[in-house]
């Protein structure tokens, strides 16, 4: 750390610096002070940890977040979860009192690095300054290696304060990572050449920054049809013709039939944090899994061969061995205009309040193709999976892994901060926003673009939607509301009310052409929820089976 003059100062007056001298809790901020490093506070621990993980989720550099000790550091445990599940590089820094003497007893000490220990890839309390250049270094390899994640680090106060000779940071160095060996790739190609129905999946690693050309490239050399997992949504560039869906249901969605028609599903970064996109079983097609790690094995997903190495290059030469020789590469693409027609059924419907579907159709409408709708946690997060069509990589960041309500506006105000010249939307259910709505406050100070788009039912309704599905009583999930629209100009920006089914799409628009932070809210209707996603779904399944 940085050494303090006025420690040096009372040092050379001869104090001892453990004998009844305060100790300095806030050297950490003052070295920030004196850095380039930008300090951004929140209003809340637990949404910078969510900012921190999206940062990392971005653009593959770890954000780095800090908290005091004890209260402060037991709220990031959430965002350790999300950066845990969702594989996002993340750093986090927590205070502790001092090891080497406690003047305050056990005031607020609480055993972090234990609390953290399986929240993370690494937890560990930093004893000596000495140390600190590795350990930081070490952190960010471990954050960043693929599966990448989140590290913690504990700075207690007295070795934070502590005087330290100059000692350089661990330079970085570029990583290449080992590519799938020619005996896998001759394997996993003879898999593919055999297949008569092939499918490809791109499941959540797919959507690690570095791998959209790749992908992209991949998939328009093969001409083979692919879905997507929700947290693979956006994959694949541009209109390639070739997208058949994503599974935001585990089964029975359209989708669902080119997933059981196909008998062989290329699985591309699948990682199953994530609801199952489809479940394997005794019968259905075989499985490839692609991974820069081998798949872990589940009850629902236990590949029949693998092919592992940095997924990128590796996939380049697997595309080296198949391109144009794929005869049946396009044997499920009939199925597509089906599935397209059904899910963007009603898109247009004019009713109020507004439909799910509606709700989607007029936001992709406002968004540009590099617009991010960055989503919280509620019913209409299976509606924007299944529904909104993406065209570039990370243009739907969603949370399919830890799904907790809270991180919509925290991750969206991290992609606004990375993409100043982008659309960026957060979608939140009004359980959700209120759930780290003080962060209004956060993108404000900041000057942030952002448009935030609360869909209002008064209610947990994801949870009514499962209470109706089980035929249980309407119970318990539903609550008041403030005025969003005084709520946000309590915040000092602008919020508007949707009034009409055609008012959805022209209250974006102008929030978006304004500027700053807006606040848009919209009530929604989800008795769709049961009448598609339920009712419509269950009709299809009967169909489908009287036919096969
Ligand atoms: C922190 C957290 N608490 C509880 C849940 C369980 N849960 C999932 S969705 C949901 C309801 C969300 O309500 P809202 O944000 O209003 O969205 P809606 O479903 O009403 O559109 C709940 C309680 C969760 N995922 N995360
Ligand atoms: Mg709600």
Redesign the pocket.
Known sequence: MVPSCWWLRWKTKGCDKYSGFPERKTDLVEALRRSSIKLVVTRHEQPAAFMAATHGRLNGEPGVCLSTLGPGALNLTTGAAYALLGAMPMIMITGQKGILSSKQARFQVVDIVSTMTPLTKMARQIVSPATIPSIVREAFRVAQQERPGPVHLELPEDIAADQAPAIAPVPRHAIALPVAPPAALDRAAEMILGAKRPLIMLGAAASRPRLADALSEFVRRLQVPFFNTQMGKGAVAGGSGLYMGTAALSERDYVHDAIERADLIVSIGHDTVEKPPFLMGPRGPRVLHVGYLPATVEEVYFPHAELIGDVGPTLALLADRLEGKLKSAAALLPLREKILAAIGDRAEESRYPLTPQRIVHDVRQVMPEDGIVCL?????KIWFARNYRTSVANTLLLDNAL????AGLPSAMMAAMLNPRRRVLAV??????M?NSQELETAVRLKLNLVVLI?Q?N?????RWKQAVDRFADFGMTFGNPDFVTYAKSYGLKGSRVESADGLAPALETAFAEGGVHLVTVP?DYSENMRVLVEELRAHELKTGERT
């Open positions: 919280d946690n509620g019913m209409y799904a907790t309500m809270g939140c259910g009004d359980g959700g926003f759930m869909l039912d209610a947990y309704g994801m949870i929604i």
